[in-house]
Structures are given as structure tokens and as C-alpha cells.
């Protein structure tokens, strides 16, 4: 019997952890996947990106029930162990209603100010490098960035520069690494394959270094990994989680806990309440609202590749961002979204996003002028746009895109400003670019599953993450959204770990 049993090791898991080892409390982690090895093939594109070595191999269903295999990552860290570490606070408006192309985004049932501490604590645990102020939409905080921001290589320095000569104010993206010396190694760390891979140097701020290993220091926290939680069981009341019913090495084990912190993403997470039907609940658990697997949102997400005629040597390009188009602003009524660049492209990573077959040579020249940008807006939340399991178990998104006007604009400003900017629509490459929409397989920034609200009518947990329906069942990671924003999640899901684990030690075990 454990006091408190957390499903996931990711962003919001391991955090959790993290967040709860000091109360002494008896402490176990149940994650379904095992370490990612550290091997060469981590930093090799052709693995990662074209024979997908670390995803997962199970197949979801899309809405016409046809198979896709997701670009899902189940192993200690969770998603974050391939993430870019672009780690952002949402805005201040992001937790109130804005008006988009596409409807309304909802407010949250929280604001800014019950995370602006958490934010802080979150980029001092995560190691994240940045300048404050830089950001024109970033919320004020008067602490500066842990670490100073990474500095752009110079071809990027050069387009920052073109793009601030256009009128734009590009910023310091931040960025979560951790560059303190290590006690046996003195050579130096060379940023380089980051966004996507996995890091075999181990500096990435990912949720196992900075959360879970800390959490693991303590005696009192256990890790059970390559171990699948199957279903959650509750009392004769059906108001507590008692039993958790998990698979290991092929045999079906029950744990007990006092408390269960759900984290197994905002997809998993929902899949598994909805898995959890039972007589009483034929719904699933949790689902009093109906909501459970609803609202799923994962943003409109697009890479764009834009060719200049100068070669781009960058090693690692990831250090700088646009917000000039994230509110109603120069001219638009309405947000149409954040822009940031992305870890340098190679030759392998064009040829597997190539709708065309060309000479190996083709792709090699590409890659060599190729900068990289990545673009994001908000998409709404749609009560149609959700998770659901079949009979069998499998998993099934429904998903029809949605404000999809704001991005089109945003990469129309993208391309305006590029061209204007300085070298990129030359005699030689005229201005070519591609760029390709992430479609249900890349739900790499999934979110809203399990829905924050006041009213347990229409969400599934409260402000502090408790599920409405249930004593002892939290749920902290991507599935507490309520809008999406248009930055990057999952500084947000850490910094709410934290809040939730600092509550639930201070007022749930208290007393
Ligand atoms: C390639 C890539 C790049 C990204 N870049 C960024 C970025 O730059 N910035 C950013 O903010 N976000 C980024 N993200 C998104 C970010 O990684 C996620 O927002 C974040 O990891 C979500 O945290 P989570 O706790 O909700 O879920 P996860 O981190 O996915 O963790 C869920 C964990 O639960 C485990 N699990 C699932 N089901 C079960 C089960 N039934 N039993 C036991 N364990 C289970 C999984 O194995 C996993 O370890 C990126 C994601 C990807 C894939």
C-alpha cells in the first residue's frame, strides 16, 4: 500500500513527484515504458525521424477509423525526452476569453497570478536560458531568467537582425539546458541535435533530469517502470480510486494508494478513465460531465523551410522567436499566433518530409541553405475533437481542425516578413520555402482532455486538479487545458505540478 501512486513519469508525473518526495510520504511512480538508452542512434536523424526508433508502435484510429501510428514517446521522461525545451509561460489573456477567426477560446477558471510563482520555480528547476523583457507578450516578472539566453549562431543572428531592421521584435526564445559543470567531465557541451531527439549527453532539461531524478533522491519515492496501468478501480462509494490494476512483464498486478495522481498525458490519461468503465460508471470514471476525452486540442502546429541563397551552417538554430502576430495586433482583428525557429534541418529529415523522390545530392543542397521555422496557433476547443476507446481497447481521435484562418495569415506574415527582411528572395532560390501542417500523428502539444472548470457539470476537474467526481484522483499533466494558448505547453503542465503537489502536501495530507 503506498500513500500516493503517480501514473506517468513525463512533465506533469515527474514533476509531481518532485513536487511531493519531501513530504515523506510513501511514494511510487508507475511509468509503462522503460529509459530511453543512450546509444549513438540518438543523435542520428535517419533513426529518429525516418524509421521512428523511439515511438511507440501501437495504432490509433482517426475519425474515419482509419489506423495511423502516433508520434507518441512512452518511456522515463516521457515526451520530454525528445522535446525542444522551448519552455513558456502562457500569456496573462491566454487565461481569459479571446475572440479568434475561428470562435471563442474560453477563460480558465484560474488567472495568471495563481501560476506566476510556479512559472518562476518551473524555469529555475528546468534550467531554462532567456532574456526577460525581450518577449513583447511574455507577463512581467521582475526576477530575471535563471540563465542567460543561448546565444544565435551568426546566420541567425543575421536573420534576427534582418527581422528586427523589418519592424518585427524577434526575442530570446527560452530554452531548457543544463550547462552546469559535470563532476567528472570537464569538456565543454556543444548544442546541436536537440528539437526531436533524444540527448545522449544528457543535458536537455527534460522531466528525468531535473524533476524525477531529484524526486528519486529521496528514500521514500519508488519508479516502477515498463509497467502499463490498465484500468482504475474504485470503492463500493465510487468516490475513491482503490485499486490500480497494471500489467508487468505480461502478468496483471494491483497496487493500492491513498491518493492517485493521474499523468500519463492528455490522451492516455483520458483513454484510461474512459477504459475504466464499470457497472456503475458505463461512462468511465471521472465522467460525470461527460467530458472526459472532449475539447482535445494539440494546436495548429507547422514546419516551414525557407531556402536562402546563403549556406546556413548553424549547429543550433533554436534561440529565437516572433510574438508580434500572437495578440490582435498590426492590423489583424483577431491572434494569429507564435513563431519560433527549429533545430537546424538535415538532409535526412528534408528527404522524409519530401513529397517528391529527388538525387540524395537534391536534399543535401537544400539542407545546407535551409532555416527552420516553426509556427503555432491556438485551435479551439470542440467538444467533437476527443479521445475515445473502442471495445478493443484501441484509441481513437476525432479531430477536425479548427481556427484554421489565424495560422494560414501567420505564415502569409511569415513570408512577407522574410522577403522583405533581406536575402531571402535572391536570384537563385527565389524566395522557395515549404512548409507542412502536423496533422493527428504529431500530437506532440495535446491538451484538454480532462478539463479545468468550477462546475462539475461541464469540466472534469477542479482548480487544483482534483478530479470533481472522485476523493483521491488528481490529474496533472496536458488534459487540465482549458484553451490552448499559442506557446508551447508543457512549462505550463510543470509549473501546475508544482502548484498542485505544493497543495496537495500543504492542505490534503496536512490534514
Ligand atoms: C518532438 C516533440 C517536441 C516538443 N517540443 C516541445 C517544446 O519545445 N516545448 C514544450 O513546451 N513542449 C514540447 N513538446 C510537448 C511536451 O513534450 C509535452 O507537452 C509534455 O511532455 C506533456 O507532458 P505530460 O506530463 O502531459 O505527458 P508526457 O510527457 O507525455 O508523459 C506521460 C507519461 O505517461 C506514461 N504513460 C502513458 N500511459 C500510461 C499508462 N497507461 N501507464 C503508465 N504510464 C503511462 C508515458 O509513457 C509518459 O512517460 C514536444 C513534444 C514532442 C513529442
Redesign the pocket.
Known amino acids: 500500500m503506498y500513500d500516493i501512486i503517480i501514473?506517468?513519469?513525463?512533465?506533469?508525473?515527474?514533476?509531481m513527484a518532485y513536487a511531493l518526495a519531501d513530504s515523506g510520504k510513501k511514494i511510487l511512480i508507475?511509468?509503462?515504458?522503460g529509459y530511453v538508452p543512450v546509444e549513438k542512434e540518438n543523435w542520428d536523424s535517419t533513426e529518429v525521424f525516418q524509421k521512428d526508433r523511439y515511438t511507440t508502435t501501437d495504432l490509433w484510429l482517426d475519425k474515419h477509423g482509419k489506423e495511423f501510428r502516433p508520434?507518441?514517446?512512452?518511456?522515463?521522461?516521457?515526451?520530454?525526452k525528445?522535446?525542444?525545451?522551448?519552455?513558456?509561460r502562457l500569456r496573462e489573456e491566454d487565461f481569459k476569453e479571446i475572440r479568434h477567426y475561428g470562435g471563442t477560446s474560453p477563460a480558465w477558471p484560474i488567472g495568471y497570478e495563481d501560476l506566476k510563482d510556479h512559472y518562476l520555480e518551473a524555469e529555475k528547476l528546468f534550467y531554462v536560458h532567456g532574456k526577460r523583457g525581450s518577449d513583447p507578450t511574455e507577463p512581467y516578472d521582475s526576477e530575471p531568467y535563471p540563465y542567460e539566453a543561448l546565444p544565435h549562431e551568426p546566420r541567425i543572428q543575421e536573420i534576427f537582425d534582418e527581422l528586427k531592421q523589418y519592424g518585427l521584435k524577434p526575442f530570446e526564445l527560452p530554452?531548457g539546458v543544463n550547462f552546469t559543470p559535470h563532476p567528472f567531465i570537464n569538456a565543454p557541451y556543444t548544442l546541436d541535435r536537440f528539437?526531436?531527439f533524444p540527448d545522449a549527453a544528457e543535458r536537455k532539461g527534460d522531466?528525468h533530469l531535473c524533476s524525477l531524478s531529484k524526486a528519486l533522491e529521496h528514500p521514500n519515492v519508488e519508479l516502477m517502470i515498463n509497467?502499463?496501468?490498465?484500468k482504475l478501480v474504485t470503492d463500493e462509494d465510487g468516490k475513491r480510486i482503490s485499486e490500480i490494476i497494471?500489467e508487468k512483464d505480461g502478468e496483471t498486478q494491483t497496487l493500492k494508494a491513498g491518493y492517485v495522481v493521474l499523468?500519463?498525458?492528455?490522451i492516455?490519461?483520458a483513454?484510461?478513465l474512459l477504459q475504466s468503465r464499470s457497472e456503475k460508471f458505463p461512462d468511465g470514471l471521472a465522467n460525470s460531465s461527460d467530458q472526459v476525452g472532449r475539447n482535445y486540442m494539440f494546436h495548429q502546429n507547422s514546419a516551414l523551410v525557407a531556402l536562402y541563397t546563403e549556406p546556413n551552417y548553424t549547429k543550433f538554430g533554436?534561440t529565437f522567436g516572433i510574438n508580434d502576430f500572437y495578440h490582435a495586433a498590426r492590423g489583424y482583428e483577431f491572434p494569429l499566433g507564435h513563431i519560433?525557429m527549429l533545430g537546424k534541418s538535415d538532409e535526412h529529415q528534408i528527404k522524409a518530409d519530401s513529397p517528391v523522390p529527388a538525387p540524395g545530392f537534391t536534399f543535401e543542397l537544400m539542407a545546407k541553405h535551409a532555416v527552420d521555422f516553426w509556427l503555432t496557433s491556438e485551435d479551439l476547443p470542440d467538444p467533437e475533437n476527443r479521445v475515445t476507446v473502442e471495445e478493443n481497447g484501441q484509441i481513437r481521435i476525432s479531430y477536425t481542425p479548427n481556427n484554421t484562418e489565424g495560422h494560414k495569415l501567420l505564415k502569409e506574415e511569415l513570408i512577407k516578413a522574410l522577403k522583405a527582411s533581406g536575402k531571402f528572395d535572391s536570384f537563385f532560390f527565389k524566395g522557395i520555402y515549404f512548409s507542412k501542417g502536423m496533422d493527428i500523428g504529431?500530437?506532440?502539444?495535446?491538451?484538454g482532455t480532462t478539463r479545468m472548470g468550477t462546475d462539475p457539470r461541464t469540466s472534469v476537474v477542479d482548480p487544483y486538479c482534483k478530479a470533481h467526481d472522485l476523493d483521491n484522483l488528481y490529474i496533472?499533466?496536458?488534459?487540465f487545458f482549458v484553451s490552448s494558448g499559442a506557446?508551447?505547453?508543457?512549462?505550463?503542465?510543470?509549473a501546475m505540478?508544482l502548484r498542485v503537489g505544493k497543495h496537495i502536501k500543504n492542505n490534503v495530507l496536512a490534514s
Not at 7 to 15: C, V
Not at 73 to 80: F, R, S
Open positions: 501514473i506517468g513519469s513525463g512533465a506533469g508525473g515527474a514533476t508507475v511509468e509503462r515504458g508520434g507518441m514517446h512512452y518511456n522515463v521522461g516521457g515526451n520530454t525528445f522535446y525542444g525545451a522551448a519552455l513558456f530554452i528539437d526531436g522531466a509497467t502499463k496501468v490498465l497494471v499523468s500519463a498525458g492528455a492516455n490519461s483513454a484510461l533554436k519560433q504529431s500530437p506532440a502539444h495535446q491538451n496533472v499533466d496536458g488534459g506557446v508551447n505547453p508543457a512549462l505550463t503542465i510543470i505540478a
